[in-house]
DNA sequence: ATACTAAACGGACTATGGTCCGCTTTCTAT
DNA sequence: ATAGAAAGCGGACCATAGTCCGTTTAGTAT
């Protein structure tokens, strides 16, 4: 990305990296990678893997970055209600939805990276998602928009509805509905 | 507490193990608690560490036992507005305000119990809030109680709270304003 | 073509949570 | 007191994320 040239034999490895890396999540899911068997499945050192993503956390982040960029281009340009020119409120609700079927889609990865963070928040999808509800919000006439937009953040934690919908049963509509409701309570009437 | 005696040298050695636990906590700091080292200082071999607690979780669980009954037994026998006797939304809102201060108190126990378990749901103590705050969102009407507590029991981490504290730098009071502005727009009004 | 340098490499090593299982101790029934 | 059973014990062992550093290699300047 930057400019100093990449150097030949870094791009090949980043390439058999992401490409094994991709075949173990296709065939044993995101939970079951170890940075260990990435390595060797893509000849590699594990020296090389962690230069190269920083940590678990990382190389599931840089596998989420293309569906993550396709849901952020929505909310961000896209048509409304997600994207600009409907109203705070209905936006928010737009998003809510469609960050939780974004989750339940890609449930596994977010899930690893935001384990293996420090703080999840530092995942940096985590961080756009907060600063486009904290907008919406303070455009909507939240005194705290800032943390308001943390505690949505929260409840929209990929560990909660992952295992909402998965270990305690909860149907995805309930989900929607729920946030539906929070977020009409929560701003004032139009 | 079943029936069966415990053996003594079993009891011996669970108070050999809470006391050095404590120790090393008072000393260095729930995050920095291991295994290992807690079964040395405790004299004692690193299984029964485990047979006794179950997981690094399940110790800070029990170590977290008594502070956290205590806040317990403050929403539901004590006076209100914790307690029996206020409206649900005056209920909620010192519920939440009460659980962040004790949540700063105890910021690192519950984090390390949250963190080790599959879904920090897990927790006893997590599920017994969750439980209180969808009775009392029950009584005021929402739709769907059960989902809007999750929201709010997440809202509520202790990881949140603790790191918009102290790594984020948000005052308690903001976070505290926050959650009385949450619930009184959630909840129709009196 | 050669020599040089900075980047990249790889895999042994560490830290830590958690498991396993053969050995020891306590309790109980006789 | 003795024997047998059940509970408890301990530490070697495993899995896995992440670090370290001596060695190799791609690009570059001459």
């Known amino acids: 990305m930057g400019a100093p040239h990449e150097r030949s034999d870094?791009?090949?490895n980043r390439e058999r990296l992401l490409s094994a890396a991709r075949d173990l999540v296709a065939e044993f899911g995101a939970e079951?990678?170890?940075?260990d068997a990435l390595a060797c499945k893509a000849h590699v050192g594990k020296g090389?893997?962690?230069?190269?993503f920083g940590s678990r956390a990382?190389?599931?982040?840089?596998?989420?970055?293309?569906?993550?960029?396709?849901?952020?281009?929505?909310?961000?340009?896209?048509p409304p209600p997600l994207g600009p020119g409907a109203a705070a409120k209905e936006?928010?609700?737009?998003?809510g939805e469609g960050r939780i079927y974004f989750v339940?889609?890609?449930g596994e990865l977010l899930k690893a990276a935001g384990a293996a963070t420090r703080n999840r928040f530092d995942v940096p999808a985590?961080?756009?998602?907060?600063?486009?509800?904290?907008?919406?919000?303070?455009?909507?006439g939240i005194a705290d928009p800032w943390v308001m937009a943390m505690s949505l953040t929260y409840a929209l934690d990929p560990e909660r509805i992952v295992d909402d919908v998965r270990v305690r049963g909860i149907s995805p509509t309930r989900l929607t509905d729920s946030w539906r409701e929070l977020i009409t309570r929560l701003l004032p009437a139009a």
Chains 1, 2 share one sequence.
């Open 10 to 12: 870094a791009a090949r």
């Open 32 to 35: 079951a990678l170890t940075m």
């Open 48 to 52: 090389t893997v962690f230069r190269r």
């Open 58 to 78: 990382g190389l599931m982040m840089t596998l989420l970055s293309d569906s993550e960029s396709e849901f952020q281009q929505g909310f961000m340009f896209g």
């Open 91 to 95: 936006r928010l609700i737009a998003f």
């Open 104 to 106: 339940l889609e890609n």
């Open 126 to 140: 985590t961080k756009l998602s907060h600063r486009h509800m904290e907008i919406l919000l303070r455009e909507a």
